[in-house]
């Protein structure tokens, strides 16, 4: 199968190369500068389930360098995505399926707008994983999976021959026929995690033992909730206590991704994930209190440094 790994982040190298890793041809559409980096330093991969160095992958900086591509599976973070609508239509354009991985729910009525309501497939990487200054990614944690799915149905064979070009690799592929119900109940837990961690610039375990910040979350778990279902999102009905369960679950100095970037003082996603929550609600006359606020906090960090 010939994928197309827009971005060489975080989780574009470790899906993109455990894929190449188990026989997928995998080209990499990256800017200038990551393409030099690439060049100096290699793709590796650094995890528990297995250090890879990736080999025979391509690189191209534009669309038109690549020809044969069966998907592509777009791997930035949201404040990057606007900018990469114009290759994306292209790619649609020319009949190509487009698989984004970003959390986050607004950028997918975007994408379908933007590429057609049958070019856009949906996708859920459960994964922690960083680059370092070598631009090699470092996995944490056991947890690698990719749940996809199709978001119409003209998309169903696609989706299994991804599911057979994964068999027997290294990370967890799973098909779901409810993969619109995965991606909400994602963007119900990573909004409130990552809003509540990296307002208060700390670790779930303390948070979830302070009443006060403890009922904060809760209370952006049943916004995110009633935004679900303003949207007729087909989520389950205990989605907050199920999500509160796995907040639970996590050890006391587990934190979001967006946590982690304002630690190393990297750009937030709060406008795509806070933001776009925000933008949907107010579609639907909405009001989300307690996540406006959140969002306040976060957008000042965002841009104060
Ligand atoms: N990391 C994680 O553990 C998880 C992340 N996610 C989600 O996945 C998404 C991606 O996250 P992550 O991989 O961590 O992000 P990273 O910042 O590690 O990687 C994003 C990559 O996108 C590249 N990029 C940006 N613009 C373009 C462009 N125009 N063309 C080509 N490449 C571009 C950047 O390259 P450069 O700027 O160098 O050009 C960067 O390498 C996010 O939405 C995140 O929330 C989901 C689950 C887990
Ligand atoms: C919680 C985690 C790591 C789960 O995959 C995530 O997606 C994030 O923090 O952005």
New binding site residues.
């Given amino acids: 199968m010939n994928i197309t790994m827009?971005?060489?982040?975080?989780?574009?190298v470790y899906f993109g190369g455990r894929l190449l890793e188990n026989g997928c041809n995998v080209t990499f559409?990256?800017?200038e500068?990551?393409k030099a980096?690439i060049e100096k330093e290699g793709l590796v991969i650094y995890s528990d389930a297995g250090q890879y160095t990736l080999k025979e992958y391509q690189v191209a900086t534009t669309s038109q360098e690549i020809s044969d591509c069966d998907l592509v599976i777009v791997?930035?973070?949201?404040y990057?995505l606007q900018?990469?609508m114009p290759?994306l239509q292209e790619f649609a354009q020319r009949g190509v399926k487009i698989l984004p991985?970003?959390?986050?729910m607004e950028h997918i009525y975007g994408l379908k707008e933007n590429c057609g309501e049958e070019a856009v497939l949906g996708g859920v990487?459960?994964?922690?994983?960083?680059?370092d200054e070598k631009?090699h990614v470092h996995h944490s944690g056991s947890q690698h999976s990719l749940v996809v799915g199709p978001l119409h149905p003209s998309q169903q064979q696609l989706c299994q021959q991804l599911a057979k070009a994964t068999e027997g690799s290294k990370f967890i592929f799973k098909y779901s026929e409810a993969i619109e119900q995965a991606l909400w109940h994602k963007y119900i837990f990573?909004t409130a995690f990552s809003s509540i961690t990296t307002a208060c610039d700390a670790p779930i375990g303390v948070l979830r033992h302070n009443e006060a910040t403890a009922s904060l979350i809760s209370n952006v778990l049943l916004e995110m909730k009633q935004l679900a279902l303003a949207l007729h999102a087909p989520i389950d009905d205990d989605i907050v206590e199920k999500t509160l369960k796995t907040i639970e679950a996590l050890h006391d100095e587990a934190t979001s991704?967006?946590h982690q970037d304002r630690r190393k003082g990297?750009p937030l996603?709060v406008d795509?994930?806070q933001g776009g929550a925000l933008r949907l609600a107010k579609s639907c006359n909405l009001p989300l209190p307690h996540l406006a606020t959140l969002y306040a906090v976060l957008s000042m960090i965002a841009v104060v440094k």
């Fill in positions: 827009v971005g060489a982040g975080a989780v574009g559409l990256v800017r500068h990551r980096l791997a930035v973070k949201g990057h900018q990469l290759v991985l970003l959390n986050g990487a459960y994964i922690i994983a960083t680059l631009g990573i991704s967006m990297l996603e795509h994930l």
